[in-house]
């Protein structure tokens, strides 16, 4: 029994990894003391390759299929060996296993906004999200480049660098487009497929195949988000200045009611509506007064003269926050401005 067991022991017959797990990507046959029987079989499965490697110089790879090891089978490996003809005792080889399957849905996304030029609003923030899937190509760059020695690598061990790859090729595909975020967030399948282009060469250093890189979304910070949405709602007032007094008006009811008070109360009672045009009335009698003849009176055309003022106040107050262009405000200032002469 002894004899038996010290049989067991000191030689393997068949050499083969029936993975447990989701996440392994390299793993090392537990040798031990033990040395491989001239004749045994490898087992390679289909989504696998196996790799010897003979005091730290990379050997033979096999690809899935079923081997008996003898010198025809292993090649390079018996060139390392010096072996000049058949060898007829067993030997010792490390022999790694290389999960192939595809390694799929694998998150990435920016921890903060990537600054960027931007055609329609100048330096703008983007953040941008999606997953990634890849495998593991070739087993003998992946063994150099990545997985050592180590008796098992995990996927896991990999996620930060290949996140940290795909981010810095975003950052660099981000700046180097041109496209308008607009543009840039309508075309989510043409962004991954230029992001999956430009990290091809860097998978391939590390033995990997980069499957397949969608994009989710593309996004602004909400503060940015924000003065977006503004410009927006402008564009859809045009230069009807009217109008525009209008929707500021209506941009400011809500900030009416998160202060309390009387407006918040009457909205509270079903008043906003009514508030709203109370509001916009107010403003739009003060623009329809600059258009309107004047009477010859003094108190009108001081009446008129507020107005304007009053308009100005506003408009300046536009531009400050940036709903207002330079450009814009200094058309309308000219415009009111005429109507007094």
Not at 14 to 38: C, F, H, K, S
Not at 63 to 83: I, V
Not at 178 to 193: E, K, M, T, Y
Not at 214 to 219: E, I, K
């Amino acid at each position: 029994m002894a004899l038996m067991d010290f049989i067991k022991k000191q030689f393997i017959d068949v050499i083969e990894w029936t993975e447990d797990g989701d996440g392994t990507l390299a793993w090392r046959y537990p040798m031990a003391d033990m040395e491989i029987q001239n004749g045994a079989v490898l087992v390679v499965r289909a989504s696998q390759l196996a790799l010897f490697v003979n005091e730290g110089r990379v050997a033979d790879v096999f690809t899935p299929g079923s081997y008996r090891l003898t010198t025809q089978t292993l090649p390079l490996l018996t060139n390392l060996q010096h072996w000049d003809k058949l060898f007829a005792s067993p030997f010792k080889s490390d022999v790694y296993f290389f999960s192939t399957r595809q390694q799929i849905d694998q998150k990435w996304g920016t921890s903060q906004p990537i600054t960027l030029r931007d055609a329609d609003f100048g330096t703008v923030r983007l953040r941008a999200f999606g997953n990634f899937s890849y495998r593991v190509a070739d087993a003998q760059r992946f063994h150099t480049e990545i997985s050592g020695t180590r008796a098992s690598y995990e996927r896991t061990d990999l996620d930060g660098q290949l996140r940290a790859l795909l981010l810095q090729a975003l950052s660099q595909v981000f700046a180097t487009s041109g496209v308008a975020f607009i543009d840039l967030a309508a075309n989510q399948p043409r962004l991954a497929q230029v992001l999956q282009t430009a990290l091809l060469p860097a998978f391939e250093k590390l033995g990997l195949a980069l499957q397949d890189v969608t994009v989710q979304n593309v996004s602004l910070p909400d503060e940015l988000q924000q003065v977006l949405d503004q410009k927006i709602g402008l564009g859809m007032v045009g230069d009807d200045l009217a109008k525009l007094m209008q929707y500021q008006s209506a941009q400011a009811i809500p900030k009416l009611v998160e202060g309390g008070g009387m407006a918040s109360d009457a909205v509270g009672l079903g008043a906003g509506l009514a508030l709203g045009q109370v509001m916009a009335q107010s403003l739009t009698g003060g623009v329809t007064s600059i258009h309107a003849p004047a009477s010859g009176a003094a108190p009108a055309a001081a009446s008129t003269a507020q107005d304007v003022l009053a308009t100005l106040e506003k408009l300046a107050e536009l531009k400050g926050k940036g709903i207002v262009t330079q450009e814009e405000f200094d058309a309308k200032k000219a415009q009111l401005l005429s109507q007094l002469k």
